[in-house]
């Protein structure tokens, strides 16, 4: 556990997922300025830093986005009620973008809430790749026209429009005494290694849409929360627990169970991470054209790298939220590729295969080696007797091959089960 | 405090009741999803309706096409809105084109010319999703585009042929979602041809690998599978094995793999149609048409022309480098082409774009956005053509006659494919919504 918590893999995932969150995508700004905001990133995950430390410097950060990496996450929208919309999705797991035009229906977010939380993000200033704060900007009630002091979402209490106001929003929204906060940062946790929030969609947290275990929710976060936000000790809680290793094959009584956690669900990997495993599983590497440098998909800076795989594989573009997940089983186009095109059959005649062809005495030991790098696992006694003569015989490199294929395309190989 | 009859993205009150009373039941969030149709009453009216179409090819001008430039020219205008090329007349005594549409014009008794498209939504992402979804957007649900919605319908037929194709994609809109399946499950987006119309990337099998082979690892993959024995009722593995199985009967099927290459068409006939990418996507929705599937999409970007009209539209720098002759030769080509074959009363062809462009010219000689007044050209599929609907005012700048909503065009298109727009769908939240909530049927286009 603890080397896996501690390897450059779980950096690099983790570092991902954040990426995707705070859609850095490469588009806005100077590549630079991304490769600067994805070097801070991966640095804070690394080094385990607290989310709630994490926030803070985004949501109040200045300077030229080139030097600064999280100065970038006031790229993300030059009008400042857009900015606040993400920023209420990102850290509160919360949609506020009902409430521009009219009271949020199913939430108690007012336009008054709305124009006075988008408020705090009315003076920033974005000029020659630099985020400064303005001593003007309002953001206005589109009723009165009046201009609107800023106010924290679910607070009586405007606060002084003076000075940075994004200090005072960052302090309350990384107060320990803000559930929201803990609450979303967990739920996508948990959603990432289970395959489902506990609340869904995990940015529409909101007492009309309640977690299918409030209490669990509500511990987890306490915990997060107490504990100092830290990614790894949350991950350890919660893949260390009996639900987590639940199987994932369910009993006729629990069969239909999509939600309660009664047996795990399956999950298709990202894109990225498939395209990573297959890579890994042949011993042949992707290269991206503009970043020759990156070994792994999952590494990549920006979703703007030219990559063919990956546009079919999919992978979150970044421009809007990815929270709503990809197709569920891939799609037409993704079965296609994995059956016939290059990613799987350009690294089967490469790479691993032919040198465990050339190196296995028997046709046990090949059979073993091609498991164990696909399923990560020895194949059954069934499995055995059903293989083994077949690799046995003439054409043995043809059927490995063929095996290696039907292997990498294989439920097994292709979800998290 | 008052509050607005509709909420945000239209939930009338008793629907937000519904909806929170369901919570507490967990309802608003399911994530495996069932979708409840209930089943569409025929729309019924006065006179017997023409069959349904069949299927559906949509030219999706991307950028905004200039009405004044193409299909609503005003050549009274003043200079400074007049278009830079001059009008023609068509076969349809008073209704004149641009005159770099002349087949098109030869064509117009089977279009009918809808001159009245009229929204308020002058951004690329939000006018497309609102043409292509018949959804005003918003951000509290991503409806899925028309295309999806007619996939949806067709969700138990096992036609080889995907039913939602998009030439060479389904990117719209910048970077708009507004040809996707939204809230609908994955596998009612579009199916995507590549880039390069013609030879589909990954529908042939690997060099080197026969059929026999390629049967081989279909057996050992489908035994690998046995082994592991992974539940068959989760929706991921349901999913995954439906694109899987599909992805094998198109591989198997010659037929199904000829309809995506153009290598059987003469050489005349690519001629005809053109060479150009708009041409190419023409000619290979036909094929995928006539081989069975039910609505194909093809893109042409490129529209949104922001300076020099006069030089860009035209062919004026070298022949086939201008978008208005490719789209004359492909559009006319296609409606002749469908004509000929029989095709043409069981295809609805529909050309437009996400909105027009501004009466005055820029000074760049370009226009920009102008979503009040556009056009869209609706023929086949038994729309009655040789008719102009709607009007716009001397500038081309909003409906004098007739306006006609992106609502009332999506109503017109679903109900013309046989689908009833009021059909309730529960989207995967636990929310019923209705595949469109407003808009009325083009009387017109039948009368």
Redesign the interface.
């Known amino acids: 556990m603890d080397r896996l918590l501690g390897s450059p893999e779980f950096t690099d995932l983790w570092t991902m997922r954040l990426a995707d969150l705070l859609l850095i995508s490469g588009k806005r700004g100077s590549e630079r300025a991304s490769a600067t905001y994805h070097e801070w990133l991966r640095g804070h995950v690394a080094a385990d830093t607290g989310w709630d430390h994490l926030a803070r410097e985004l949501l109040t950060a200045e300077g030229p986005v080139q030097d600064v990496g999280p100065a970038s996450f006031a790229l993300l929208a030059n009008d400042p009620r857009d900015l606040a ?1 993400h920023a209420a999705s990102i850290f509160l797991g919360t ?1 506020i ?2 409430a521009r ?6 939430d108690r977010w ?1 336009r008054t809430d709305y124009h006075q939380f988008a408020a705090f993000f009315a003076r920033i200033q974005r000029d020659n790749g630099r985020v400064t704060i303005a001593s003007r900007g309002e953001v206005e009630d589109p009723h009165s026209g009046r201009a609107l002091p800023p106010r924290a979402l679910g607070e009586r209490v405007s606060i002084a429009s003076e000075g940075d106001r994004r200090l005072a929003l960052a302090q309350w929204t990384t107060d320990p005494a803000n559930p929201r906060f803990a609450h979303a940062f967990v739920n996508r946790v948990w959603k990432h290694l289970l395959g ?1 929030g506990l ?3 995990v940015d529409d947290l909101r007492p ?3 977690a ?1 275990h409030p209490e669990l929710l509500d511990m987890l976060a306490r915990d997060f929360a107490g504990n100092g936000f830290h990614l790894r000790a949350l991950v350890r809680a919660i893949v260390t627990s009996e639900t987590y290793q639940r199987t ?3 009993i006729p009584a629990n ?2 169970d ?2 309660l956690l009664s ?1 795990a ?4 990997p990202d894109g990225r991470v498939l395209l990573d495993m297959i890579s890994q599983a042949t011993g042949v590497r992707e290269t991206f054209a503009d970043q020759p440098d990156v070994a792994a998909a999952v590494q990549l800076v920006g979703s703007q790298t030219p990559s063919p795989a990956l546009d ?1 594989l999919g992978r979150c ?1 970044r ?2 939220s990815c929270d ?1 997940t ?12 994995l ?4 990613t799987v ?1 350009g690294r089967l005649q490469r790479g691993n295969l032919p040198r465990w062809i050339a190196s296995s005495g028997s046709a046990g030991e090949l059979l073993d080696t091609l498991y164990l790098h696909t ?1 990560s696992r020895p194949p ?1 006694a ?2 055995r007797a ?1 293989w083994e003569p077949r690799l046995s015989g003439a054409n043995r490199a ?1 059927i490995a091959a ?2 290696f ?3 990498l ?4 190989f ?2 998290n ?1 | ?1 008052p ?2 009859p509709e ?3 239209g ?1 009338r009150r008793r629907e ?1 009741l519904r ?2 009373a369901l ?2 039941l ?1 309802l ?5 999803f069932r979708l409840q149709a209930q089943s569409p009453a025929p729309a019924t009216g006065s006179g017997k309706p023409p069959a349904p179409a069949r299927a559906c090819i949509l030219l999706w001008l991307d950028g905004g096409p200039s009405h004044l430039d193409t299909f609503d020219p005003k050549p009274d205008a003043p200079v400074e809105v007049r278009s830079p090329f001059k009008s023609i007349p068509t076969t349809v005594a008073g209704v004149h084109l641009c005159e770099h549409l002349p087949r098109t014009a030869r064509q117009m008794s089977h279009i009918a010319l809808i001159r009245s498209l009229t929204h308020e939504l002058g951004n690329h992402d939000t006018g497309s999703r609102f043409l292509l979804t018949g959804h005003r957007p ?3 649900l ?1 409806h899925p585009s028309l295309g999806s919605v007619v996939a949806w319908h067709q969700r138990r037929s096992t036609h080889v042929l ?1 039913p939602y194709i998009a030439i060479p994609g389904d990117a719209v809109g910048g ?1 708009s979602n507004a040809a996707r399946a939204g809230f609908l ?3 009612f ?1 579009a ?2 041809t590549g880039a390069n119309p013609g030879s589909v ?6 060099e080197g ?1 026969t059929f026999e ?2 049967d ?2 279909r057996e ?2 489908a ?3 046995a ?5 068959e ?12 199985d ?3 009967r ?2 198997a099927s010659p037929e199904a793999r000829a309809a995506f290459s153009l290598d059987a068409e003469k050489p005349a006939t690519r001629d005809a149609y053109g060479r150009s990418r708009l041409g190419t996507g023409c000619l290979l929705a036909r094929r995928l048409i006539e081989a069975g599937s039910r609505f194909v999409t093809v893109v042409d970007h490129g529209w949104d022309t922001h300076q020099q009209i006069a030089r860009e539209l035209p062919d004026s720098r070298f022949p086939g480098s201008g978008k208005l002759p490719s789209l004359d030769r492909a559009y006319a080509t296609l409606l002749t082409d469908l004509h000929d074959r029989g095709l043409l009363d069981s295809t609805l062809v529909v050309l437009m774009g996400e909105f027009g462009r501004t009466p005055k010219l820029n000074a760049l000689g370009g226009r920009d956005h102008w979503p009040r007044a556009g056009f869209v050209a609706l023929a086949g599929g038994g729309v009655r053509g040789g008719q102009v609907i709607g009007a716009t005012n001397g500038f081309g700048e909003v409906p004098v006659d007739r306006p006609v909503s992106p609502e009332d065009l999506a109503w017109s298109l679903l109900t013309r494919m046989g689908i009833n727009p009021a059909t309730e769908v529960t989207t995967p ?1 636990g929310r019923p919504v209705r595949l469109l909530n407003q808009g009325t049927f083009i009387r017109e286009l039948l009368g």
């Not at chain 1, 197709?327 to 590729?337: D, E, F, N, T």
């Not at chain 1, 395309?409 to 097994?412: D, L, Q, S, V």
């Not at chain 2, 009722?233 to 899987?244: H, I, K, Q």
């Open positions: 919309e949609r973008g009902c035009c009219h009271a949020h229906p199913a007012t489902r609340v869904e969609p009309t849409n309640p299918t994932s094959r369910p069969a239909r999509d939600r047996h669900f399956l999950k298709s079919i573009s421009e809007t709503a990809a197709i569920a089983g891939g799609g037409l186009a993704q079965s296609l590729h059956i016939n095109g290059s059959n399923v059954s069934a499995e059903a043809d063929d095996l294929w039907a292997l395309n294989a439920r097994e292709t979800f089960h | 405090m509050h607005p909420r945000c993205d939930i937000f909806l929170g919570a507490p967990g608003t969030c399911a994530d495996l918003t951000p509290a991503d995907p970077q499950p994955g596998a987006n199916f995507g990337p990954d529908l042939h099998l690997p690998i082979r390629s081989q690892r050992m993959l035994r690998l599978d082994f592991a024995d992974l539940p009722t989760d929706l991921a593995v349901r999913n995954r094995d439906a694109f899987y599909q992805a094998y198109l591989i939240t």
